[in-house]
């Protein structure tokens, strides 16, 4: 028996052990393997290790997508893309401007085709941004599960989305994330009881400042210890 005699549930089972790239080199043989590749039910599950990988064409967005992944662990996130804007030299800024929307573009479409998402994780996704967020719980009502890792520029506005929008979410963790404050996870113990909540470092670590901030702190710090 040739492999497109099969039936169209049996060919779904045969894909659903190939990684995202096989199962791209399959399709491209015939049109039966075409249909079968380009099927939503295929594609519940997916998961990214690099934002470059978001605009490869070997994977499919849709209705039946429940669990979506991306992570980047990389020394360009701690060494470039962590640093504060304002801070950055022009040289780092060109480096982050080829990357810097990939993600957020991906969570707006995100957004419009996969309804049912339950799971979504992210982490050194270091441009995403409060509406980023906050857009997803938005359009996806059914989410149960929102990882965020070393995402530096999520703040307490994600925290509120969460109290606002999270109805269905039953975990959230914002590990390693420095604009955390305790107040933002205080309220959404207080708004949301029964979501499990983790924020290891979060709320510990130095949130970002603006330079005027920064200059006006060391003068005091000055005049402290010139009179002490």
Not at 12 to 37: M, N, Y
Not at 134 to 149: D, P
Request: hydrophobic share 40%; net charge positive; proline share 3%.
């Amino acid at each position: 028996m040739h492999l497109t005699q099969l039936n169209r549930e049996c060919l779904l089972h045969l894909f659903s052990f190939l990684d995202k790239d096989s199962r791209r080199s399959l399709s491209l043989t015939c049109q039966r393997l075409r249909e079968v590749f380009l099927d939503p039910c295929l594609w519940s599950l997916l998961h990214f290790s690099s934002p470059c990988q978001l605009r490869w064409d070997n994977f499919v967005l849709g209705p039946s997508l429940r669990f979506l992944t991306i992570c980047w662990y990389s020394s360009r996130v701690q060494q470039v893309c962590n640093i504060e804007d304002w801070l950055k030299t022009s040289f780092q800024r060109d480096i982050c401007s080829k990357h810097e929307s990939l993600v957020s573009t991906f969570l707006a479409h995100v957004c419009h085709m996969c309804p049912n998402l339950l799971s979504l994780t992210l982490s050194g996704c270091a441009h995403i941004t409060d509406q980023d967020v906050t857009a997803v719980l938005q359009g996806c009502r059914r989410l149960h599960c929102l990882r965020l890792e070393n995402c530096v520029r999520i703040t307490d506005c994600v925290l509120e989305a969460v109290a606002a929008h999270g109805g269905s979410l039953v975990e959230l963790q914002v590990d390693f994330c420095r604009n955390v404050t305790q107040a933002g996870l205080q309220l959404v113990r207080e708004r949301r009881p029964a979501v499990r909540l983790s924020a290891e470092r979060s709320a510990g670590m130095i949130p970002d400042s603006m330079p005027d901030e920064r200059l006006q702190l060391r003068r005091t710090l000055q005049k402290v210890l010139q009179f002490s």
